[in-house]
Structure formats: structure tokens, C-alpha cells
């Protein structure tokens, strides 16, 4: 069953999400987003969608399955993902709750998805049953800080933040490795709070 | 740090007009009757929060959390100086705008040099290793 309260966030937060998100923050990870995604091959799963503000640095070609639990969203990201070069298909869908089979794709990408997971540990280890063995997932989030004084003002934040849009003091490489799988490098791109991770 | 032009510069004039800003705030509400202690810690807590505003509509320009950071920083600590300078002398407006502004651009740069240690590559030959 979809978590409907977390639908909700993302549903109202969609007619805004580009004017807030779209010029600062992805023209700063724009470079590092487009290194990322440089690695897309095989099956691809995407999540999470959102408006469709990453599609502009996929690389051409790919057969991308992506996903995105609110369905808002994804009615505006419609124009970007009939503008891909490549097989690009967009579901609504709560990670909790995904319907693919097991093993069902060789890659799994996620951009600034987990620090909103409501529950993230069973969220990956959802992503791992369909990720074949062996597969990699590629990350791009951001976590809070192990250092002060960011530590605390990442969970004070978190506080303003969490009504409307994502938690800022996620331990996502932690969670990565309790829902199972094996992290083999993490980028940090700025402080220890936004980052690349590879896991296998 | 981010070595493009427009970050650089972008951050160094949101961090100094958001410190004078602060600075200024404190000096308004800070008087020398004010206990230095208190005001120190009232001016530094209400500084992080009106920069935290602050750093969601300067973010639209300039980023999420490369903003938000040194921004939040930039109020706590020009709070937390001019509050405690008020309460310890009086001070004009201009003067706590100029202490504020050299705050913030302290606290930026302070950043960038922690996020030059901090950042870069780690691999993980013992997946189990701990880490962030």
C-alpha cells in the first residue's frame, strides 16, 4: 500500500519543486550529477524521479525504468521524459512497495531520494531484491554531518524541513550498509554532506 | 570549494550580506543592559534560524546545502559576536553591519577550507569499514 502521507508532501510540493530545486541546486551538481549518470548501462532503475530535473544529464540511449512515488510529480516531469533520447518510462510507485520482479535490473541510480524515504533501510533492501547480484547502485544524496558544528545544524534543520521536503541528518551510508549491501566508495562533494556512494 | 566564478562570488556576497544583516539585527535588539552571556547565546540561536530562512531563498540562486551550511554558520557566528559586542559596548549600526559582514565572510571561508579536508574520494576495500 502506497504511504500516502509521504504522496501527499511530494503531490503539494510539485507545482514549486523546479523554482526551488531547479536553478541553485542542480546547476552546483550539475557536473558531478552528469559524472554519476556517465555510468548508466544495462536495465537501469531510477528513483526518484521528481519533476524530471535529472533527465537532462542522463546519457543518450539508456533503458532507463524509473520511478517516483507521487504522481504530481511526475505530470510535470511528462515533457522532459518525452524529450529523452533514449527509453526512458516513468511509474508511479512507492520504493516499499515496488512491483518488479526480483534481479530485475542491473543498475539502480537514485538522485537526493533517501534522505525522504520515510523508512530507508527497507527501502534499499527493497532496491537490493531487485537489483541483480552483482549490480551496482549508484547515489547521488545528501546526509547529515558527522562534524560541529554542521552535525547539529543539519538536525535542527531537519526540523523545519521534514513537513515539506526531505530530512537534512540522514546516516545514508550506514543505511546502505544495514539494508546489506557492500559500499565501495563514497565521493564526498561537499563537507560530508552531499555525496556519491557506490554500493554493491 | 567550487572553483566556478559564480559559486565563489555567489557565496562570498551571500555569506558577507547575510552576516552585516544579522549583525545589524543584533545590534537593534542588544542593548549594553543585556548580560553578555545571554545575549551571546540568544543573538547566536536567532542568527542560525533567520539565516536558515534566508538560505532557502538564496539556495533558489545558489544551491541547497552549500548554502544552507556556511549561511547558517555565517548567523550563528555573527550573532553570537555582535550580540555579544553590543552587550559589552555600545555600538553603531554601520559598525555591527561591518562586524557581521566580516563574519560571514570568516565563516565562508572557514568552510571552504574544512570542505577542502573533508571532500574527495574514499574507497572501502573492507565494505564493513564505518563511515558517515
Not at chain 1, 533514449?86 to 512497495?97: K, N, P, T
Not at chain 2, 547566536?44 to 547558517?72: K, N, Q, R, T
Request: with cysteine.
Amino acid at each position: 500500500m502506497v504511504d500516502t502521507a509521504t504522496q501527499k508532501k511530494w503531490d503539494k510540493a510539485a507545482p514549486l519543486f523546479d523554482l526551488m530545486a531547479g536553478a541553485g541546486a542542480e546547476k552546483r551538481w550539475e557536473p558531478f550529477k552528469r559524472a554519476l549518470f556517465s555510468k548508466m548501462d544495462g536495465r537501469v532503475l531510477f528513483l526518484a524521479l521528481g519533476t524530471g530535473l535529472d533527465i537532462a544529464v542522463f546519457p543518450p540511449g539508456q533503458n532507463i525504468t524509473a520511478i517516483d512515488i507521487s504522481p504530481k510529480m511526475l505530470e510535470v516531469a511528462v515533457a522532459r521524459i518525452d524529450a529523452y533520447p533514449g527509453d526512458l518510462r516513468a511509474e508511479v510507485m512507492d520504493v516499499h512497495e515496488m512491483t518488479f520482479e526480483d534481479d530485475s535490473f542491473d543498475q539502480i541510480f537514485t538522485s537526493c531520494t533517501f534522505c525522504s524515504v520515510p523508512n530507508p533501510i527497507a527501502g534499499l533492501q527493497s532496491l537490493k531484491r531487485v537489483l541483480r547480484p552483482g549490480g551496482d547502485m549508484y547515489m547521488f544524496e545528501h546526509t547529515g554531518s558527522r562534524y560541529y558544528p554542521f552535525k547539529v545544524m543539519m538536525h535542527l534543520m531537519t526540523y523545519a524541513t521534514r513537513k515539506i521536503g526531505p530530512d537534512m541528518n540522514r546516516t545514508t551510508v550506514a543505511n546502505v550498509r544495514a539494508a546489506g549491501f557492500d559500499v565501495l566508495e563514497v565521493n564526498n562533494l561537499f563537507l560530508d554532506v552531499v555525496k556519491t556512494i557506490h554500493a554493491r | 570549494m567550487d572553483h566556478r566564478l559564480y559559486f565563489v562570488l555567489g557565496d562570498l556576497l551571500a555569506n558577507t550580506l547575510v552576516g552585516a544583516l544579522i549583525g545589524a539585527l543584533a545590534e537593534l535588539i542588544v542593548s549594553t543592559s543585556w548580560n553578555m552571556n545571554v545575549a551571546m547565546l540568544v543573538l547566536m540561536a536567532l542568527g542560525m534560524l533567520i539565516a536558515g530562512i534566508l538560505s532557502l531563498l538564496i539556495g533558489a540562486l545558489l544551491g541547497a546545502m552549500e548554502v544552507m551550511v556556511p549561511v547558517m554558520l555565517t548567523g550563528m557566528v555573527s550573532g553570537m559576536v555582535v550580540g555579544m559586542w553590543a552587550a559589552m559596548a555600545p555600538l553603531s549600526g554601520t559598525s555591527a553591519a561591518l562586524i557581521g559582514a566580516v563574519c560571514g565572510f570568516v565563516s565562508v571561508v572557514g568552510v571552504w577550507i574544512v570542505n577542502n579536508a573533508v571532500r574527495g574520494v574514499t574507497l572501502f576495500e573492507s565494505p564493513s569499514e564505518p563511515h558517515g
